[in-house]
T-cell receptor, first 113, second 112 residues
């Protein structure tokens, strides 16, 4: 079955540091890939997505590129801010009539001033 | 404005009580989902519905039940709450033909 593996946290960075959260997946066919973010006390928000190989999703300074050859979708940001402190989830939708998401276990990011 | 509403946002109750968590949406989406989020943050799909009068159990066995008699409404009921039900419960929706799920703000349930 489908699965998503993302790096375990927690991750603690200083403000303006570079962020990478690794995500790899196993899926049949050509899934769509997502990053969701959950701020404290809130639900999940879509951060970015990519629907086919070599697509780059980007939003709020975050980027991730769909790499089919390495089955990866790593999240990056060049300079994190305190306001980026949240839990980040990598997810996939396997398509072909599947209406369910497969989530990674989440990575908690704390950014300190 | 299109949105997803969950009530209550926070609930503390005693063991054995019956509770209903409400989820309603003005997104116009036909598919709806309930996730349970454990303290370790992991998300587990417990129920989903692809339309009115259609409900299915998800990957994680749950003692809760759901109903879908209106497109915009997808309540979750626990007949007898237990401390093991303490979790955050998240409702989500999906539009037909698309693959992006949208989430409500969640209900944080504590059972004493």
């Amino acid at each position: 079955g489908d699965s998503v593996t993302q790096m375990e946290g927690p991750v603690t960075l200083s403000e303006e540091a570079f962020l990478t959260i690794n995500c790899t997946y196993t899926a049949t066919g050509y899934p769509s890939l997502f990053w969701y973010v959950q701020y404290p006390g809130e639900g999940l928000q879509l951060l970015l997505k990519a629907t086919k190989a070599d697509d780059k999703g980007s939003n709020k300074g975050f980027e991730a590129t769909y790499r089919k050859e390495t089955t990866s979708f790593h999240l990056e940001k060049g300079s994190v801010q305190v306001s980026d402190s949240a839990v980040y989830f990598c997810a996939l939708a396997s398509g072909a009539g599947s209406y369910q998401l497969t989530f990674g276990k989440g990575t908690k990011l704390s950014v300190i001033p | 404005e299109a949105d997803i509403y969950q009530t209550p946002r926070y609930l503390v109750i005693g063991t054995g009580k019956k509770i209903t968590l409400e989820c309603s949406q003005t997104m116009g989406h036909d598919k709806m989902y309930w996730y349970q989020q454990d303290p370790g943050m992991e998300l587990h799909l417990i129920h989903y519905s692809y339309g009115v009068n259609s409900t299915e159990k998800g990957d994680l066995s749950s003692e809760s039940t759901v109903s879908r008699i209106r497109t915009e409404h997808f309540p979750l009921t626990l007949e007898s709450a237990r401390p093991s039900h303490t979790s955050q419960y998240l409702c989500a929706t999906l539009r037909q033909g698309y693959d992006t799920q949208y989430f409500g703000p969640g209900t944080r349930l504590t059972v004493l």
